[in-house]
């Protein structure tokens, strides 16, 4: 062979593999298009040209569905509830009191001359104090279709108060309030809250309205806690208890669920808590809110609403099989993605971090009550011979009782003796994977236990699993109805 060809073929395959290098550069440089991530980038340029803290319009992905019913949730206009300031220290369960504290708060019906037909109303993790429309905020509310006349909660008869819980974001003192010794968000400088502290600060509410005694705490989910918490603290004050998919005792399942939402805080925008005037957590919060959907809803619901139905693609031809996505492809997820997205800006992360630890940290077992000062040891020794009897009404043939009671039952009927003599209502659903039916057996039985004869409890079935104490106004409403009557 001559030395041209030798060059010419030299040559040859060093451009071959040239052009090679080059196709396949070319072909790892063509980025895949994933709206669902780039999503999180258009929020974040929308964030940045907008004063924080205003909420842009949203960026989802993919469009909500319109298949199933959905609570009503709105951030509330400052302007729309009132506020009650106490410049006078709050005692804390965990920390140091709060200097001064702010108590947002709604009301319904009127007040009567005695002042005892006042319910304090109880809200769940991040609802605010608006729970129904008001001549200030005709807004629908988040128990809109339970609060009014001739409803559950009869406002021809009672006067309805609700408020956002310490800790919260909606007019309450919280992680997002300025604290009066810096003059600067308390951020995760705000103090642990307990449950028990939300109910020692709406009863300086109650106080200062002269409100002595009230006809009853209403509460589902974490209100359920809190309802069962103002008459354990105040037994001489509260005149009948409702809990709804509440517990007096967090669960481990439950305790894990909520830890997983506080996976927001590995979010960088996160800064340790101290975003204020920057850049939310706002990917972190989608995603916790997204997590936090699937507890509150049902597998049942889910198949009967979405099945395994596709989104709609354009473009696809009927001769080849639909091309899967790695964004969301099922309507169930697309159904999470914009749960996720119209949640994101429009709670604080920090008081999501702050009311679900207080909700892990609730347990009126009498060895945690002891073990937080809330009561002496000596408390049981009354109590020493209580024993596990199912009362007829706690189970359903298809939830019988378990074979053995639950190791804590009776520590947990210690705890609750200050309970023995409120009338409670009990309220569960078969379908709630957050607070399970077991839960709130246990509650009922543990009331039993102590002496408590007027308690009532109820099994619900359906398939909207926790939200459920939102959506079914007939039988959820209908048992608040007969109870308060």
């Known amino acids: 062979m001559s030395l041209l060809n030798i060059a010419r073929e030299s040559l ?40 924080f803290g205003s909420i842009p319009s949203s960026v989802s992905s993919t469009e909500s569905s319109e298949s199933g019913p959905e609570p009503p949730y709105a951030r509330p206009n400052p302007k729309s509830y009132h506020v009650y300031h106490d410049s006078a220290p709050l005692e804390l369960t965990y920390a140091s009191p709060l200097p001064s504290f702010d108590v947002a708060y709604e009301t319904w ?54 408020t956002n819980v310490i800790g919260g974001c909606y007019g309450s003192t919280g992680p997002s309030s300025i604290d009066p010794t810096t003059g600067t968000h308390y951020a995760t400088n705000f103090p642990i809250v307990s449950i028990f502290d939300m109910i020692r600060a709406q009863f300086r509410l109650l106080d200062h309205l002269g409100i002595d005694t009230l006809y009853a705490s209403v509460g589902c989910s974490l209100g359920g806690m809190q309802s069962l918490a103002a008459g354990w603290l105040h037994p001489e ?11 007096a005792r967090s669960s481990p399942s439950a305790v894990a669920m909520r830890y997983a939402q506080r996976i927001l805080m590995a979010d960088p925008n996160w800064n340790y808590g101290f975003y204020y005037d920057k850049l939310p957590p706002h990917t972190g919060m989608k995603l916790a809110r997204q997590i936090a959907t699937i507890t509150y809803r049902s597998g049942p ?17 009927p001769d080849k099989p639909r091309t899967p996505a790695l964004c969301p492809d099922f309507l169930i997820e697309t159904y999470l993605d914009h749960q996720g997205e119209q949640f994101c800006l429009k709670y604080d992360a920090n008081s999501l971090i702050y009311i679900s630890k207080a909700m892990d940290l609730f347990d009126l077992t009498a060895s945690s009550l002891s073990a937080n000062h809330l009561i002496t040891p000596s408390l049981s020794a009354s109590t020493s011979s209580l024993s596990f009897t199912p009362h007829k009404t706690s189970h359903s043939k298809s939830h019988p009782p378990p074979a053995n009671p639950p190791p804590h039952l009776i520590d947990l009927a210690e705890g609750m003796q200050p309970l023995a003599k409120i009338p409670t209502l009990v309220l569960g659903v078969q379908s709630d994977i957050l607070f399970t039916v077991e839960q709130q057996r246990e509650t009922a039985d543990a009331l039993r236990m102590v002496g408590n004869e007027q308690v009532s409890y109820y099994e619900l079935g359906g398939v909207w699993g926790h939200d459920t104490f939102l959506l079914d106004v007939l039988n959820v409403g209908g048992a608040i109805r007969g109870f308060l009557s």
């Open 109 to 162: 019906g009127t007040l009567s001359p005695e002042k005892d037909n006042a319910i304090l109303l109880h809200t769940g993790l991040s609802a605010s104090s608006h729970a129904a429309s008001t001549a200030l905020n005709p807004a629908p509310g988040w128990w809109e279709k339970f609060i009014g006349p001739g409803k559950a909660l009869d406002t021809n008869q009672f006067f309805i108060i609700c």
């Open 12 to 51: 040859m395959n060093i451009s071959t593999r040239r052009i090679s290098r080059y196709l396949s550069r070319s072909a790892t440089s063509r980025r895949p298009h994933f709206p669902c991530v780039e999503a999180h980038a258009v929020r974040e340029s929308q964030l940045r040209q907008t004063t």
């Open 237 to 247: 004050r509260v005149g009948k208890i409702v809990s709804i998919s509440g517990t």
């Open 301 to 317: 619901e889910w198949d009967l609403r979405f099945g395994r139905q596709m989104r709609p693609v354009l473009e696809q031809s």
